[in-house]
């Protein structure tokens, strides 16, 4: 087969596939990441020079469409589609979980492990914990224990009740939680869209595992140390630290556009803020990531 068919055959599949996906919400992710990649352009385009007349060409064509597909793609979801959690009104309410909290709580682990959806935590509540689920994906496990002072809040996506009603399915997750304990978090998330205002609760530890999401998580002063741990895939990861307190990035990073705004670069992979040494309220990020970008404000 031709190479020009080749490209422009797969071009326009990817395009379609990709249009379908988001459009049953498959994907609710970012694109954003695909414009990092711009310059695997002269590479596709060397390569087609290099085996101009090889069995090969083919191949890289084809490979060439999809990537191509991919940037168009990603510039159209971004210009119309953007950086959006609000709730549709006419969602499904699905489930609401509460539990209350009792004065002898000092420390609460929130786990949570879900797919595609969007996932918002910025309000407080009197109760340890209140949580209301939307849409027919979304269907939870949740689970409240405590031992002592410790409270250990699980939610689990149930993904054995999965339904395509009118032609589209969501899972969107809102949660409010209580001021007073000290909080960990560990969020296993997958292709999802994502707001974590952390600012009004003391965090000791937040664990992030994510693939393709676009995911914005402030964080506050209430807690004198709070450790961060991210590893990230084909994600947009945004996250807003406080002027004051010190903190400092270790990162382990490829493929990745970053912007650390007022960071001094110490080594290869590693910065902090100038006030990080003597600050007595320090946040120390650790990240991984693949094909992303990483900002920190």
């Known amino acids: 087969m031709k190479s020009g068919k080749m490209f422009w055959g797969f071009l326009l599949l990817t395009?379609?596939?990709?249009?379908?996906?988001?459009?049953?919400?498959?994907?609710v992710g970012s694109f954003d990441f695909v414009w990092n990649?711009?310059?695997?352009?002269?590479?596709?385009?060397?390569?087609?020079?290099?085996?101009k007349e090889n069995l090969i060409k083919p191949i890289v064509s084809a490979l060439f469409g999809i990537f191509i597909a991919l940037l168009i793609f990603g510039?159209?979801?971004?210009?119309?589609?953007?950086?959006?959690?609000?709730?549709?009104?006419?969602?499904?309410?699905?489930?609401?979980?509460?539990k209350e909290y009792e004065s002898d709580i000092k420390v609460a682990n929130l786990k949570l492990?879900?797919?595609?959806?969007?996932?918002?935590?910025?309000?407080?509540?009197?109760?340890?914990?209140?949580?209301?689920?939307?849409g027919i994906f979304a269907d939870y496990d949740f689970n409240c224990e405590k031992k002592d002072s410790v409270a250990n809040i699980d939610f689990q996506l149930h993904t054995k009740n999965f339904h395509v009603v009118k032609n589209k399915f969501k899972n969107n997750l809102h949660l409010k939680l209580?001021?007073?304990?000290?909080?960990?978090?560990?969020?296993?998330?997958?292709?999802?869209?994502?707001?974590?205002?952390?600012?009004?609760?003391?965090?000791?530890d937040l664990d992030?595992?994510?693939?393709?999401?676009?995911?914005?998580?402030?964080?506050?002063?209430?807690?004198?140390?709070?450790?961060v741990n991210i590893e990230m895939g084909a994600a947009s990861l945004t996250l807003e630290i406080p002027k004051t307190v010190?903190?400092?990035?270790?990162?382990?990073?490829?493929l990745v556009s970053r912007n650390f705004e007022d960071f001094n670069k110490i080594e290869d992979g590693t910065y902090q803020t100038e006030n990080f040494e003597k600050n007595k309220k320090k946040i120390i990020i650790k990240v991984q990531g693949g094909v992303s970008s990483f900002n920190v404000v």
């Open 246 to 254: 010190g903190c400092k990035i270790d990162s382990d990073l490829s």
């Open 208 to 227: 992030i595992n994510t693939g393709a999401t676009n995911s914005k998580i402030i964080l506050g002063d209430k807690n004198d140390s709070t450790n």
């Open 15 to 27: 395009l379609g596939v990709l249009s379908l996906l988001v459009k049953y919400e498959v994907i």
């Open 75 to 98: 510039l159209i979801y971004s210009t119309f589609w953007g950086f959006n959690l609000d709730f549709d009104k006419d969602d499904k309410f699905t489930e609401q979980y509460s």
């Open 113 to 134: 492990d879900s797919g595609a959806g969007s996932f918002v935590i910025d309000d407080t509540t009197s109760n340890l914990i209140d949580a209301k689920a939307y």
């Open 178 to 204: 209580n001021t007073k304990p000290k909080w960990n978090f560990e969020f296993n998330i997958g292709a999802s869209k994502n707001k974590f205002d952390l600012s009004p609760f003391k965090v000791q």
């Open 37 to 51: 990649t711009w310059p695997l352009i002269f590479v596709f385009w060397g390569l087609s020079v290099i085996f």
